[in-house]
């Protein structure tokens, strides 16, 4: 009977366990070492972001700022992602795509950015913020001429020069726009130096701006009315000492009906000049257009982790890895062992039949007992092999002996050979040969190559001829030999080979049945099969016998001689014969009331005609 492993002691619920246990170690440092360790980096992250999408933003209003549509940021937008690895695109405002560093038809993140607007957006005069106002790099119309900036840039070193007489180290920066204007280090006073140095033309408009300054005035002017503001005359220019704003804001000549307001009237002269500023460079810039940010595909490494977190991620790792180690140590010793024995006791001289002992009940010990039965069977295999040795030597000594001894009485002439005797060593003789043809078919039987000529048979011709062959030595023994078959009962069998089959069983009947017994032969249909049965009236099995009928050798009656008793192979030849056919030999008896034999096999449809 198969035995079955307990659900908890089966080798691979205990592997699956140890898994799940590693598994569960390991997702608990990981997500410890995630919290702990990530945390400090996305806050550093957080401002490095940061900086680098302000990078963004103002590199691209930059470009906005200095070209009057989008139709060539394409080139800017993948060298931004390249350099930052970010996910780079640009829409406008009804969500068309202009620009995207991802492939086609990506999606885009979920919300925006940032607005890329110049003209309300300044990203240029403080590094890393987003004031509101107008970008100073929006210069439109105010951009100076080639010949009016090198006029500029002449009067500007001049200037320089005359600060530095004065002890002013001033530097000249150009502006946006193109004019250059002087800057002093912080906290250096250069109020007498100005006053000295002035010379009334480098801070004076050049033509280019004059022009653009009376269109802003123009622009203004219907705003400032609405105001009660009065123009008196045209905007000035203003300049910062750092470089960024080159108009400062600008400022008006205006007079105000409201003289004692004048705080609220600057104020409101300071949005309509804005308003103003904004409409005049409107076609220089590009339009409004909304930035989406995300991971790009080639994005750089996130986390730079500090050596504290380096050497926690290692020494994590390490215990886990002990921890992995140690208990896959200790179910990997408790799996080996009894596999190691197993070795051992397989590589033992095969004659020792060493046994193995069964220290657990899972797929291990199953295996130690499957392999202490296997070395039972073999060691039960080696004695019957020896004893049939021993019996096919003992029966092929008694006939050889026989024919021995009366042709050596012959050669020396103490008998003659006369028909008696010449009757008797044939007889000896036949007895031999029958003796190796049985072990020549058991040997074809057991190596599988008993050849089989199989044909459509009715299995009340096999009884008959069975029967007839048989008759006179029933005869001889005074018992009734009958036979009795289903018309329905058709084999599909080696005729040859079933004769043999059946005329072991009868002449085995014959031996086993007295004077005045019966022995009879049937056949019948049941489903599928053919029953054939040799019954007889004899003396019987022994139960403790019935079981060994079909082993080699064997005799119930070990007192009986060879030549009535048989040699004790005709029952097993039976029973391989009848397994060649894809059938079952089974003997049932009661002492004293005689035996059956039973025999089981396919049944074939009847032949036509």
């Keep these: 009977m198969k035995r079955?492993?307990?659900?908890?002691?089966?080798?691979?619920?205990?592997?699956?366990?140890?898994?799940?246990?590693?598994?569960?170690?390991?997702?608990?440092?990981?997500?410890?070492?995630?919290?702990?360790?990530?945390?400090?980096a996305?806050?550093?992250?957080?401002?490095q972001d940061l900086a680098a999408d302000n990078s963004i933003l103002a590199r691209l209003s930059g470009y906005a700022a200095t070209h009057p549509d989008w139709s060539d940021v394409q080139r800017t937008v993948r060298d931004l992602a390249r350099e930052t690895g970010r996910r780079i695109a640009l829409t406008s405002a009804d969500r068309t795509l202009v620009a995207d560093s991802a492939q086609r038809g990506a999606p885009l993140p979920p919300r925006p950015a940032a607005t890329v607007d110049p003209l309300r957006t300044d990203t240029y005069t403080e590094t890393g913020a987003q004031l509101s106002g107008i970008d100073p790099r929006v210069v439109g119309p105010y951009r100076v001429?080639?010949?009016?900036?090198?006029?500029?840039?002449?009067?500007?070193?001049?200037?320089?020069?005359?600060?530095?007489?004065?002890?002013?180290?001033?530097?000249?920066?150009?502006?946006?726009?193109?004019?250059p204007v002087l800057s002093s280090p912080e906290g250096t006073d250069?109020?007498?130096?100005?006053?000295?140095?002035?010379?009334?033309?480098?801070?004076?408009?050049?033509?280019?701006?004059?022009k653009a300054l009376t269109d802003l005035s123009d622009l203004a002017r219907p705003c400032l009315k609405r105001a009660g503001l009065d123009l008196g005359g045209p905007l000035f220019l203003t300049f910062d000492p750092s470089g960024k704003d080159p108009f400062g804001g600008g400022y008006l000549a205006a007079k105000s009906p409201r003289p004692g307001n004048t705080k609220a009237a600057g104020q409101a002269a300071q949005r309509c000049v804005l308003s103003a500023r904004r409409t005049q460079l409107e076609p220089y810039v590009a339009?409004?257009?909304?930035?989406?940010?995300?991971?790009?595909?080639?994005?750089?490494?996130?986390?730079?982790?500090?050596?504290?977190?380096?050497?926690?991620?290692?020494?994590?790792?390490?215990?886990?890895?002990?921890?992995?180690?140690?208990?896959?140590?200790?179910?990997?010793?408790?799996?080996?062992?009894?596999?190691?024995?197993?070795?051992?006791?397989?590589?033992?001289?095969?004659?020792?039949?060493?046994?193995?002992?069964?220290?657990?009940?899972?797929?291990?010990?199953?295996?130690a007992e499957a392999f202490n039965d296997l070395t039972e069977r073999r060691e039960r295999l080696e004695a019957q092999r020896k004893a049939m040795v021993s019996d096919i030597a003992h029966e092929l000594r008694s006939p050889l002996t026989n024919i021995r001894g009366w042709?050596?009485?012959?050669?020396?002439?103490?008998?003659?050979?006369?028909?008696?005797?010449?009757?008797?060593?044939?007889?000896?003789?036949l007895v031999l040969q029958r003796i190796i043809d049985d072990l020549e078919d058991l040997a074809a039987a057991d190596a599988g190559t008993l050849r089989l000529h199989r044909e459509p048979v009715p299995a009340g011709d096999l009884l008959g001829q069975v029967a007839a062959a048989h008759r006179v030595a029933a005869d001889a023994a005074g018992v009734a030999l009958r036979a009795e078959a289903d018309d329905t009962a058709w084999l599909e069998a080696d005729p040859v080979r079933m004769r043999q089959a059946l005329g072991n069983l009868v002449s085995n009947a014959l031996r086993h049945t007295p004077a005045d017994g019966t022995v009879t032969l049937t056949a019948r249909r049941d489903g599928e099969e053919v029953v054939l049965t040799v019954a007889d009236t004899g003396t019987g099995i022994a139960p403790e016998d019935l079981p060994h009928v079909f082993d080699r050798f064997w005799r119930a009656e070990k007192s009986r001689s060879r030549r009535t008793g048989g040699s004790g192979l005709g029952l097993p030849i039976v029973r391989h014969l009848v397994a060649a056919h894809g059938g079952t030999a089974e003997a049932a008896s009661e002492p004293g009331e005689g035996a059956v034999f039973t025999l089981r096999l396919p049944a074939a449809a009847p032949a036509d005609g």
């Design 190 to 210: 250069t109020s007498y130096a100005a006053e000295q140095c002035a010379d009334g033309q480098l801070n004076t408009p050049v033509p280019t701006e004059e």
């Design 42 to 47: 996305l806050k550093e992250e957080q401002g």
């Design 407 to 429: 042709l050596e009485v012959v050669r020396d002439g103490v008998v003659d050979p006369d028909p008696a005797l010449l009757a008797s060593l044939h007889e000896e003789s």
């Design 145 to 179: 001429t080639a010949k009016e900036r090198d006029r500029l840039d002449a009067l500007a070193a001049k200037r320089r020069q005359c600060y530095e007489r004065f002890g002013v180290d001033a530097t000249v920066v150009r502006t946006p726009s193109g004019r």
């Design 287 to 367: 339009p409004v257009a909304e930035l989406f940010l995300g991971i790009g595909d080639q994005n750089p490494s996130r986390f730079d982790m500090s050596a504290a977190n380096k050497a926690t991620v290692v020494g994590a790792a390490g215990l886990v890895l002990a921890v992995t180690f140690a208990v896959t140590a200790v179910v990997a010793v408790r799996l080996v062992r009894p596999l190691r024995a197993l070795t051992e006791a397989a590589q033992q001289p095969p004659e020792l039949h060493v046994r193995v002992p069964v220290t657990t009940r899972d797929e291990t010990g199953i295996l």
């Design 4 to 40: 079955r492993t307990p659900l908890r002691k089966r080798l691979l619920v205990r592997l699956l366990f140890v898994s799940a246990l590693i598994a569960v170690c390991s997702v608990a440092a990981t997500a410890w070492l995630a919290v702990t360790t990530t945390t400090s």
